[in-house]
């Protein structure tokens, strides 16, 4: 079954750190682009960052650029996404995907990890 | 990276047939035949629905289907069904984001 299934969410304080993670199984990860979305509370979807299959190539949405860093490894079909100086607006359920390789959209996603940033 | 306009709101009766619009620029919907569409429920992840457009994905009913005149794509549900409610988004490609691309506001689709 093709799965992702994202981790790494939780309760930070403003300007905090948080490194979510994505596991992928049930296809050949290093295959795909990857991408990261979120969605704050009650609001709609918005593109985070892409990376390419091996990850030397990666984009970020303006409102996280030099904030959020994107990793992969491939030998552990893992996913990444280091956050640091959070702010309130970062509150969010962050989603992985998996970019179809044919078309234009995202095939398969995970079930959402919850980032809360609050004092 | 300014999002896609989308209605709010839209309802219909059960049977019936809904549209949902989704108006861009010139610089994503009007430019490419790379118009997406998700379906998501309450709680649950995001579903792709519609991709380039009109396509659908295996296993996506074929009450689902997707349009383009110019700058605005459209979203046709026929048939419409109690499971069908549920908010709906639309993204476009644009090269300024490098494949990432650019949502709509969302939409909730109320089956009366």
């Known amino acids: 079954e093709v799965q992702l299934v994202e981790s790494g969410g939780g309760l930070v304080q403003p300007g905090g750190s948080l490194r979510l993670s994505c596991a992928a199984s049930g296809f050949t990860f290093s295959s795909y682009w990857m991408s990261w979305v979120r969605q704050a509370p009650g609001k709609g979807l918005e593109w985070v960052a892409n990376?390419?299959?091996?990850?030397?190539?990666?984009y970020y949405a303006d409102s996280v650029k030099g904030r959020f860093t994107m990793s992969r490894d491939n030998a552990k079909n893992s996913l990444h996404l280091q956050i640091d100086s959070l702010r309130a607006e970062d509150s969010a359920v962050y989603y992985c995907a998996r970019r179809a390789l044919s078309y234009y959209g995202m095939e398969v996603w995970g079930q959402g990890t919850t980032v809360t940033v609050s004092s | 990276q300014s999002a896609l306009t989308q209605p709010a709101s839209v309802s219909g009766s059960p049977g019936q047939s809904i549209a949902i619009s989704c108006t861009g620029t010139?610089?994503?919907?009007?430019?490419?035949?790379?118009v997406s569409w998700y379906q998501q429920h309450p709680g649950k992840a995001p579903k792709l629905m519609i991709y380039?457009?009109?396509h659908r994905p295996s296993g996506v009913s074929d009450r689902f289907s997707g349009s383009k005149s110019g700058n605005t794509a459209s979203l046709t549900i026929s048939g419409l069904q109690a499971e069908d409610e549920a908010d709906y988004y639309c993204?476009?490609?644009?090269?300024?984001?490098?494949?990432?691309?650019?949502f709509g506001g969302g939409t909730t689709l109320t089956v009366l």
């Open positions: 990376t390419n299959q091996d990850g030397s190539e990666k």
């Open positions: 380039d457009v009109s």
């Open positions: 993204s476009s490609y644009t090269k300024t984001t490098t494949l990432g691309g650019v």
């Open positions: 010139s610089s994503d919907v009007g430019a490419y035949n790379s």
